[in-house]
């Protein structure tokens, strides 16, 4: 009996080692909330790893992580005692929604975001973006629509596109019966929900049939397919390893989930590599101009670019590959920076984080948007990691920062 209780110490002790043994670099603001986060996502690769053996599937990451997520919270739109918000699931023209409506007595109509989640197109619901979205709905007095939209592999693109775009169309030409100006709506999202708000700004503005939106939150968005050797990329592999969701290794995954629907070895090699498109499309200007790196020094307010990418990435590629996938991958629902005019798009505020592989993304962007004149209010957060805003159940100070940040931003800008 003794023997078998050493035994099972031994191995939780060594369980708890592996989970919490994450590489922290000394300027991380949150660390120990940080190595929380990581441990959870690699339990969830674990139970999803043991659960492949008896039922081998492309989305036993993704649908473990959901399934656990909405079991450690509680329903989103269950009442929450002092809670200045109602929240009930309806639908928007086929659409899943989580509407958040104050219950405050607002004269005259008012305003409205609608929010995007995060989780890579694979992971995350309306559920596990609760105490984020009843958090807006709350300090922004104001009308909250959290979109459900499906999820890759089994709903591969343009499927959450199509979802979110619906969504937001039906509730602008219907915005008066939720006491909602559709002059005064704004979009927002983190990670994947935030190129999600940057195509649907994008997809709006093109529509003469609905009002433009009139503010774009993007929280370290996901903004490119194209190079995942970014100098972003590159200090996170420096720093971090392959330890968490943001890793090349896992974004890889999360695109092909999202481009082919599958996970498919060769392509996620072909990504990590920079080998899914041609050279010429690498040497083309517009490449260039949308992956200029000398834009990320800048922004930085260095002199030089501290963080080396990995140039020499240039000179591969895969005719074949990008013959198949060309049309797919230029198209602006999937690559937003591929746009030819950014002019006249809505005002935005874009968060990037300083730990993160995807900050390069939205330095990229904010940068396309104010060459066209866009107004863009721009923040690199010092010591922040990928996700700190939306971490479900744990609060991590930093990550907060962002959001009260976004908070103010739409207040003062609505």
């Known amino acids: ?62 649908k473990t992580y959901n399934y656990l997520m909405g079991f450690a919270l509680p329903a989103a739109d269950q009442h929450a005692q002092g809670s200045t918000v109602q929240a009930r699931y309806t639908d928007f023209d ?35 973006y609760g105490p984020l979205t009843r958090r807006l709905a709350e300090e922004l007095d104001m009308v909250v629509v959290s979109v459900e939209y ?11 596109i199509e979802d979110s775009l619906k969504a937001t169309k039906w509730f ?13 709506v704004a979009v927002g999202g983190d990670s994947a929900g935030g190129h999600i708000s940057a195509v649907i700004a994008q997809q709006l503005d093109d529509d003469p049939s609905v009002p433009d939106i009139k503010l774009q939150v993007l929280i370290y968005p996901w903004l490119q397919i194209f190079d995942f050797h970014t100098p972003s990329y590159q200090n996170y592999e420096r720093m971090f390893g392959d330890s ?8 890889a995954e999360f695109v092909s989930a999202l481009v082919l629907g599958r996970l498919d070895n060769h392509f996620m090699d072909q990504l990590q590599r920079n080998e899914h498109t041609s050279v010429s499309f690498k040497k083309s200007e517009q490449y260039k101009k949308i992956l200029d790196y000398t834009i990320i020094a800048k922004k930085l307010g260095q002199t030089t670019l501290t963080e080396s990418g990995d140039k020499q990435n240039t000179y591969k590629g895969n005719e074949t590959l990008w013959k198949e996938l060309k049309d797919k991958l230029l198209d602006p629902r999937l690559s937003p920076m591929v746009r030819v005019d950014f002019k006249g798009l ?7 984080c300083e730990l993160d592989s995807l900050r390069d ?17 721009w923040k690199n957060y010092a010591g922040v990691f990928h996700g700190a805003s939306a971490a479900g159940p744990i609060t991590i100070p930093s990550g907060a920062e962002i959001i009260d940040n976004a908070i103010s931003f739409i207040r003062s800008n609505i």
């Open 1 to 62: 009996m003794k023997t078998s209780i050493t035994i099972l110490v031994l191995c939780l002790a060594l369980l708890l080692g592996h989970l919490l043994n994450t590489p922290v670099p000394s300027e991380m603001a949150d660390p120990w909330q940080y190595r929380l986060v990581v441990a959870g996502y690699k339990l969830v690769r674990l139970i999803a790893a043991v659960k492949g053996f008896v039922h081998p599937a492309d989305d036993n990451l993704f």
């Open 94 to 128: 086929g659409t899943r929604v989580l509407l958040y409506e104050t219950r405050s007595g607002r004269e005259g109509l008012s305003p409205a975001l609608v929010y995007f989640h995060g989780g890579g197109y694979a992971m995350g619901n309306t559920r596990a």
């Open 150 to 160: 499906r999820l890759a592999p089994v709903h591969p693109f343009p499927a959450a």
């Open 172 to 184: 602008l030409r219907n915005a008066a019966q939720f006491g909602v100006d559709p002059t005064r």
């Open 244 to 251: 968490f969701a943001v890793s090349r290794p896992h974004v």
């Open 346 to 352: 809505p005002t935005a505020f874009i968060a990037t």
């Open 361 to 377: 993304d939205g330095i990229f962007y904010a940068r396309l948007l104010e060459e066209a004149g866009v107004r863009v209010m």
